[in-house]
């Protein structure tokens, strides 16, 4: 069984109302994080799903606005707590950042809990990649021996298995977002199942009109697609596009050109979340396919 669970599904940082971030949990219990919500709600978050930090084996940032980007040093922090339990056996955390971000906020994590580094602490654990932005799909396997490594060349194809040992491969693709543009990228997991087969879920992050998205990852089991925008709810959608957002329609229209299972439309905005079939029916206008608008906290199983 593979897990996905939406901590958080808003936009803003508004802890209150939607946060931002998304789990996907392994057959095995291993958590990758993808983005880590503004602040401490990721903290309540985990708590509530209920995730552990001991599992947490990698966290990816799709770009480093605080909405997605400012919970990281409460994550390391409570991996660093996990790791003075008892008996605990954690291991590294692969923190997997858009490149021109690593500095930044690795910089941002000490300043707000200075000495986070060092051994008594997180120590080595947290082990910090650069995604690059110019190489089209960069990746990362994470081993059950609880390793990483870099994957041979990979194409654009669907994998159908994964190689031996492999728990589950991080693979990134940079897209256009921001106003002025700024380093951001799209996430796909694949997951291995007990079985010998693959899941694969792709979160777009933040991302202006991308039908090329399709080939982070076609025909995956689930697309996360944000929806900053709908059109029936009278939204300036030319100034969505040119601060780098997608309308629930683009959400559509891509989960159809990749020919997903499910879309799931998050980067909801708090000013009119409480009711989100507008976007629901939106994005169904241009995808035969089922369409979630999950609350924090929702989960499905691929
Ligand atoms: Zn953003």
């Known amino acids: 069984m593979a897990r996905v669970v939406f901590l958080g599904t808003g936009s803003t940082g508004d802890p209150s109302r939607r946060s931002a971030s998304t789990a996907v949990v392994t057959p095995g219990g291993d958590v990758i994080l993808i983005d880590v919500s503004g602040g401490s709600e990721i903290v309540s978050a985990m708590r509530d799903a209920p995730l552990p930090w001991a599992r ?71 082990r910090w990649h650069g995604c690059d932005p110019g190489q089209f799909l960069w990746a990362l396997d994470l081993l059950d021996d609880g390793t990483s490594v870099t994957p041979p060349a990979i194409d654009h194809g669907p994998p159908a298995t994964l190689p031996e040992g492999v728990v589950a491969r991080i693979v990134t693709m940079a897209v256009s977002h921001g106003a002025p543009p700024m380093p951001a990228q799209a996430v796909r997991i694949d997951i291995a199942m007990a079985d010998g087969s693959v899941r694969r879920v792709v979160v777009s992050g933040d991302t202006g009109p991308n039908l090329e998205l399709g080939k982070v990852g076609p025909e995956p089991d689930l697309l996360v ?34 020919r997903v299972k499910r879309l799931a439309l998050n980067h909801l905005g708090v000013s ?31």
């Open 56 to 126: 947490l084996r990698a966290v990816v940032i799709t770009h480093q606005h605080f909405d997605h980007a400012s919970g990281l040093p409460f994550v390391l922090f409570w991996s660093a707590i996990a790791g003075k339990a008892p008996g605990a056996a954690v291991g590294p955390i692969e923190l997997c950042v858009p490149g021109p971000a690593v500095e930044g906020l690795r910089a941002a994590c000490d300043t707000f809990f200075p000495g986070l580094y060092t051994p008594w602490w997180l120590g080595d654990r947290a």
């Open 225 to 258: 697609h944000e929806a900053s925008a709908v059109a029936s709810l009278g939204h300036d959608l030319d100034n969505a596009a040119t601060i780098g957002h997608a309308t629930a329609a683009t959400a559509g229209r891509v989960a159809t050109r990749a």
């Open 272 to 302: 009119w979340a409480a009711d989100p079939s507008p976007a629901r029916e939106e994005a169904a206008a241009h995808f035969a396919g089922e369409v979630l608008v999950p609350n924090d906290l929702d989960w499905l199983d691929l």
